[in-house]
Nanobody, 125 residues
Framework: QVQLEESGGGLVQPGSSLRLSCTASGVALDYYPIGWFRQAPGKEREGVSVISHDGNTYYTESAKGRFTISRDNAKNTVYLQMNSLKTEDPAVYYC???????????????????WGQGTQVTASS
């Protein structure tokens, strides 16, 4: 399994931006599709975006046009740039890896077998 660690969470206000990072240790991320998921209190974990090992990206409707997923293989890191944050965006954000070179989307969480511990994105009052 891939060891993943998320970072970059924090307090946000509507309209603000935040960049989350997902860094792997022990293996090179080059061959792994990486997904970002989130879970708000009382809600199920939901997909946000995924990037394939060869750079194809996919976004859910809620993320499309506001979020950008990217990868820097030299830094063994995948990023999620979140702009124009909305009140519904605060949650715990997780990154996850599927099998090397797998073609996966966001509908089947069970496709992802390595998860980070999550990073909290909280609405500031």
């Amino acid at each position: 399994q891939v060891q993943l660690e998320e970072s970059g969470g924090g307090l946000v206000q509507p309209g603000s931006s935040l960049r989350l990072s997902c860094t792997a240790s022990g293996v090179a991320l080059d061959y792994y599709p990486i997904g970002w998921f989130r879970q708000a209190p009382g809600k199920e974990r939901e997909g946000v975006s995924v990037i394939s090992h060869d750079g194809n990206t996919y976004y859910t409707e809620s993320a499309k046009g506001r979020f950008t997923i990217s990868r820097d293989n030299a830094k063994n890191t995948v990023y999620l740039q979140m702009n124009s944050l909305k009140t519904e965006d605060p949650a715990v954000y997780y990154c996850a890896a599927a099998a090397p070179r797998a073609r996966v989307g966001l509908a089947r969480i069970q496709d992802y077998n390595s998860w980070g511990q999550g990073t909290q994105v909280t609405a500031s009052s």
